[in-house]
């Protein structure tokens, strides 16, 4: 098991944007083996939030595979957040997990252009939402979406991922409105999907799929 501490929560955070510690960390990592403990160690000391940032991220990339193996640790981080804790852990196992560096590193290089339009937009706001209580409240439901996330079926990633990475920047800004539009995004979602599946039986991924790509 691994298990590092986070610093303590700062009613603001005064630090480099993720989208700029991101863009380094594609260089810095000049090994040619990438594991999920080397994501984890490069942010660790920015919190459990931080670490959501990256696997919210990973999750959202239609790369096959990539959404369950961000997934795992995007649900043991959630829970960790739902506890109320602020070390961060994940099991050895997944820890010396082997990601395939060229499509993790290009993945993370796709999304940032999205995190730095984001990163923008973010500010202290709605502080109550984010008090030890509400986190908590948050933290679960991020679990769900996490579950939701990791399944390998199209159309079920995407959008929980995205709505995973607002309360992810939220959390690391302080920023209420992006928690609680994160949570809308990703369990409203999950909502309409499984309603669809229950109501509509196997089709409903395609006219899921067919309300998506028209709302583009």
Do not use: C
Not at 86 to 110: E, F, G, Y
Not at 157 to 184: E, K, M
């Amino acid at each position: 098991m691994t298990s590092v501490t986070a610093p303590p929560k700062d009613p603001v955070v005064h630090a480099r944007p993720l989208s700029e510690i991101l863009d380094q960390l594609r260089y810095n990592l000049s090994s040619d083996i990438l594991t999920t403990g080397m994501l984890v160690k490069a942010l660790h000391e920015r919190g459990i939030g931080a670490l959501m940032v990256l696997f919210a991220l990973l999750i959202m990339i239609p790369i096959p595979g990539l959404n369950t193996l961000s997934g795992i640790p995007l649900v043991l981080l959630s829970a960790q957040q739902a506890l109320g804790r602020h070390t961060v852990w994940l099991p050895r196992q997944i820890m010396d997990k082997s990601l395939n560096r060229k499509d993790t590193l290009d993945a993370i290089a796709k999304i940032l252009p999205l995190l730095r339009k984001l990163e923008l937009v973010l500010r202290p706001r709605m502080i109550w939402v984010t008090t030890a209580g509400k986190a908590r409240l948050f933290g679960a439901m991020s679990i769900v979406m996490s579950l939701f996330a990791s399944i390998p079926i199209p159309l079920t990633h995407t959008v929980p991922g995205f709505g995973l990475l607002l309360i992810s920047l939220g959390t690391t800004q302080r920023d209420g409105l992006a928690i609680v539009a994160g949570a809308a995004i990703g369990i409203g979602y999950i909502v309409l999907v499984v309603g669809a599946i229950a109501i509509l039986g196997p089709h409903a991924f395609e006219i899921i799929h067919n309300m998506v790509t028209h709302a583009k």
